[in-house]
C-alpha cells in the first residue's frame, strides 16, 4: 500500500466501503471534509435569521401583549411580556371608539384605487416612452424623474389649492388622484419593458395586433410578476398616508385609519392615554396589509417560477 492510499483510509476510516473508482472516491472524500463546515455554516446562518426574526418581530409581539392587558398592567413595572385576559374586551372598546369599520373600509379603498392608479398610469407612461418613437422622449422620461424630487409634502399647499377649486375635499377623489402618478413605478416599468426582446413586437405587428392589443395580450400576461410586487409596495404606501388624508378631510366618515389611531390619544395632558385600547386598534389596522402581502406573495412566487420556466 502507497502513501496516497495510506492517506486516504486516515482521513476516510477503515470501515469505509471500498469505491467503484476514483471519482467516488474524490466524492466520498470531499463529503467528508467539506459537509462539517457546511452544517456549521448553514447553524450560523439560521441562527443569525431567527436573531433577525426576533428584533424585527419583538415590538410587534410586545405590541399584541399589550393590546390583551388592562390599564393597569399596561402601566406595571418591570413590564408584563405574556398576554393577559382583556383581549375582547379592549379589541371591542377599540373598534366602538374609533369607528373601526369606517376607517379600514376608507383606507382599504383609497390604498386599492392607488395602487391600481399608480399601475395603470405608470404602465402605459413606460410602454409609451419604450415602444414609441416621438420627439423629446428622453426629456419626457427626465422630467418624469423629477418628480421623485417633489413628494406630497412638498407641493401640498398647491395641491390643496387646485384640489379645494374642484371641489374635492373630504371625498375619494382628493384622497386618491393627487397621489397616483409614481415616477418609480414608471422606471420600474420602462427598466423591464427593455428586457423584452423585440422579436415580441415585431410578430405581433405581423399577426396584426395592434400597439393595445401588444400590451394588453402579450406585456401584461408576463408582467403579473412586477404587478404584485409593486401592488404591495403602494398599496403599504397608500394605507401608511398621514399628512395628505389629515388634510383633505375634514369629516370624521372620511377619515384613513391611521388618522383614527391618532384620534385615540388624549390631547390635553392631564387624560393618560389608554395604550391597551390604542395598540388594538394599531394590530386591527395591521390586519389588512398582512393579508395582501400573504395573499400576493403567491401570485409573486408563482410568477418566478413561470419566468423561471
Not at 418613437?133 to 426629456?139: G, T
Not at 395592434?210 to 401592488?231: E, H, K, V, Y
Request: glycine share 4%; proline share 6%.
Amino acid at each position: 500500500m502507497d502513501m496516497k492510499e495510506q492517506r486516504f483510509e486516515m482521513r476516510v476510516g477503515t470501515n469505509a466501503k471500498p469505491a467503484a473508482g476514483p471519482r467516488l472516491e474524490l466524492f466520498a472524500l470531499r463529503k467528508k471534509l467539506l459537509f462539517p463546515s457546511l452544517r456549521r455554516e448553514s447553524l450560523l446562518v439560521h441562527c443569525l435569521l431567527i436573531l433577525g426574526i426576533m428584533v424585527v418581530g419583538f415590538p410587534l409581539y410586545y405590541t399584541f401583549v399589550i393590546s390583551t392587558q388592562s390599564v393597569q398592567e399596561v402601566l406595571s413595572r418591570p413590564p408584563l411580556l405574556l398576554p393577559s385576559n382583556y383581549l375582547w374586551e379592549n379589541y371591542v372598546t377599540a373598534w366602538i371608539r374609533s369607528n373601526m369599520g369606517r376607517l379600514l373600509l376608507n383606507s382599504t379603498i383609497v390604498s386599492i384605487t392607488i395602487a391600481v392608479g399608480k399601475i395603470v398610469i405608470s404602465m402605459l407612461s413606460a410602454f409609451a416612452i419604450v415602444y414609441f418613437d416621438f420627439r423629446f422622449k428622453q426629456i419626457v422620461f427626465g422630467m418624469i424623474l423629477i418628480t421623485l424630487m417633489l413628494p406630497v409634502p412638498v407641493r401640498i399647499i398647491s395641491t390643496y389649492e387646485v384640489i379645494s377649486q374642484l371641489g374635492w375635499i373630504d371625498t375619494y377623489m382628493g384622497l386618491t388622484i393627487p397621489l397616483m402618478a409614481s415616477a418609480t413605478a414608471t422606471f420600474l416599468f420602462r427598466q423591464f419593458y427593455l428586457t423584452v426582446p423585440d422579436e415580441l413586437a415585431e410578430a405581433a405587428q405581423l399577426d396584426g395586433a395592434g400597439p393595445m392589443r401588444f400590451l394588453w395580450s402579450i406585456l401584461l400576461p408576463i408582467s403579473w410578476t412586477n404587478i404584485a410586487a409593486l401592488f404591495i409596495v403602494l398599496f403599504i404606501y397608500g394605507w401608511n398616508q398621514y399628512l395628505w388624508p389629515l388634510m383633505i378631510t375634514n369629516t370624521k366618515e372620511m377619515q384613513v385609519v391611521v388618522i383614527g389611531i391618532e384620534n385615540l390619544v388624549p390631547r390635553s395632558g392631564t387624560q393618560l392615554p389608554e395604550w391597551n385600547i390604542i395598540m388594538a386598534a394599531a394590530m386591527m389596522a395591521l390586519l389588512p396589509p398582512v393579508l395582501v402581502i400573504l395573499f400576493l406573495q403567491r401570485w409573486f412566487v408563482k410568477g418566478l417560477i413561470e419566468t423561471e420556466k
